[in-house]
């Protein structure tokens, strides 16, 4: 046990209240959660079986742990739910009319993750404005001994166009001008930032050298990044996304390159994680992540911590951390 653990440990509740675990969604938190809580998984229980618990539990259990992005509808039959403690920042995976309803309150991990995501956004932009993983790629396969690898673009000078310029977005801001790169925007409304506003996606995307979508996946913007983005964006544009897949009409995405209607695309996030479009693996001017925006050791202990004390706040009468 490390000490951050035992002393989580010692100021555990003696009398180790239920709690429901949707998702094994941070192996080290959960372990935490167990010493200090009755816990009860249900993602290893068959339908049948987390029916039962769920109907077990609906007299004393007031808390469930949950991912932010997907969670078991079960946990809403829960008669006595108060709060649903979340493991991540974006809560799409939350039913909020159910929620505002019921006057259940949801927590989120927020701000922790925010160095961690801005640092792999900008790692997408250099990494397909300069071609990387395919120039590494060339000197493995021994090209090089044969010609010089291909020119990339400079950082320097260029317009990085955010859509959706929240907390992560400013830090992202703030590395791309340690890039000498020049910055544009574009949110519900302008901002009281030294930047360029755009009122719409098209003209965002028409100003910009690199679109970067911070988006969160919500309703309002399902597909909202579609063709018209991406013929604004133009032939040597290139299209970051570390939001949310559900933002991106993904198969417009797919024609935009391959008809080099825009120059590329570093994506972290899909449509219908863990499935990735089969075009997508064929190109080369796409670089490809599994989701590892927050995928840090540092980062998600953190994200954890922040799940543990609110479970604490709320059964301590407290107020909570990040309610949402």
Known sequence: MNPS???????CDASRPPLIITHDFHAETIT????CYDTHKLWLLSADEQQRVVEQLAPTCEAVASASWATNPLIYTLPRLKLISCFGVGVDGIDFN???????????TPDVLNDAVADLAMGLVLATSRNLLTADQYVRAGRWLDAPFPFGRSLAGKVLG??????????????????KMKIAYHNRGPQRLPFDYYDSLPALARASDVLLSMLPGTPDTKRILDAEVFRALGPEGIFINVGRGSTVDEKA???ALQQGTIGGAGLDVYA????VPEALLAMTNVV?????????????????????????????????????
Not at 5 to 11: D, V
Not at 32 to 35: G, H, I, Q, S, V
């Open 5 to 11: 653990q035992a002393s989580h440990t010692g100021a």
């Open 32 to 35: 935490r959660l167990d010493e």
């Open 98 to 108: 159910i929620t505002r309803e019921r006057d259940i309150q949801v927590t989120n």
């Open 162 to 179: 955010i859509v959706g310029l929240g907390a992560i977005g400013q830090e992202i801001a703030d590395r791309a001008k340690a890039f």
């Open 253 to 255: 995405l797919v024609e």
């Open 272 to 275: 219908n994680e863990p499935q």
């Open 288 to 324: 490809l992540l599994p989701h590892i925006g927050s995928s840090t050791t540092e980062t998600r202990r953190a994200m954890g911590q922040l799940v543990l004390d609110n479970l604490k706040a709320h059964f301590s009468d407290r107020p909570l951390l990040t309610p949402v």
